[in-house]
């Protein structure tokens, strides 16, 4: 019988991240525990948002009860903001914040960022977006010039295979073969790391803006 295999997709998912107002002295150790968890910081901001941001930012809460709290909270100082890259980026965030509120949070998964860094429902120190949808219109709020790549599948995969990886993994190939390093597995992703053409941007430095 024949097997159908999946068509292939060179993609990497991504989510955005924020570290809220009361916890941004908190970032560095956040940061290494996202580091931590597999995830890639591809672009990083750190900006102070008005309220009418905010607003616009949490338009689909607008109307809510807590919506004037939040966007008073939101607003209250400077934030973070992080593009993160992983497989399955925005289901893994999600997991690693832990609940929305963090006083559930703490009894339920104490070990999540929110139980650790949270304080109440609304000052739950950490937001990830919720899918696929939130993070692409998420990202475009908070990292306008960034761009979000479509997903290729079928010939637009295999003509970037052949374009992008094929050359550069010859590359690496060969040069394995002249070096013959005593680990060769080892060599070779440190080669990759270094060469990889489309490697991502990282912003290693705070850039604090105003709105």
């Known amino acids: 019988m024949e097997v159908s295999m999946p068509l292939p997709q060179i993609y990497v998912e991504k989510t955005l991240a924020l570290i809220k107002p009361d916890i941004v002295d908190k970032e560095e150790e956040i940061q290494d525990i996202i580091l931590g968890s597999g995830f890639t910081i591809i ?6 948002l008005s309220p009418e941001h905010c607003s ?10 807590f919506f004037p709290n939040l966007t008073a909270y939101m607003s209250s100082g400077p934030l973070v903001a992080m ?3 992983r497989h399955n980026a925005i289901s893994y965030w999600k997991e690693l914040m832990g609940p929305s ?20 429902e609304l000052r739950n120190a950490l937001h990830g977006s919720n899918d ?17 790549e479509p997903i290729p599948i079928g010939q637009a ?7 992008y990886v094929a050359p550069t993994l010859l590359q690496g190939l060969t040069e394995i073969c002249k ?10 992703a440190d080669w990759l790391m270094k060469n990889n053409p489309n ?8 850039v604090t803006e105003e709105p």
């Open 157 to 163: 995969a295999k003509d970037y295979l052949n374009l």
């Open 56 to 65: 616009n930012f949490y338009v689909e809460q607008y109307g809510k009860m």
């Open 199 to 206: 490697k991502p941007k990282l912003c290693h430095f705070p």
């Open 132 to 148: 696929f949808a939130a993070s692409e219109r998420e990202i475009r709020f908070m990292f306008p010039d960034v761009i979000i």
């Open 101 to 120: 509120n963090s006083l559930v949070a703490k009894e339920t998964h104490p070990d999540s960022l929110r139980a650790i860094y949270g304080t109440d």
């Open 43 to 48: 672009q990083r901001r750190k900006l102070h």
């Open 179 to 188: 070096q013959k390093p005593p680990d060769p597995y080892i060599w070779l």
């Open 83 to 85: 593009l993160l890259a």
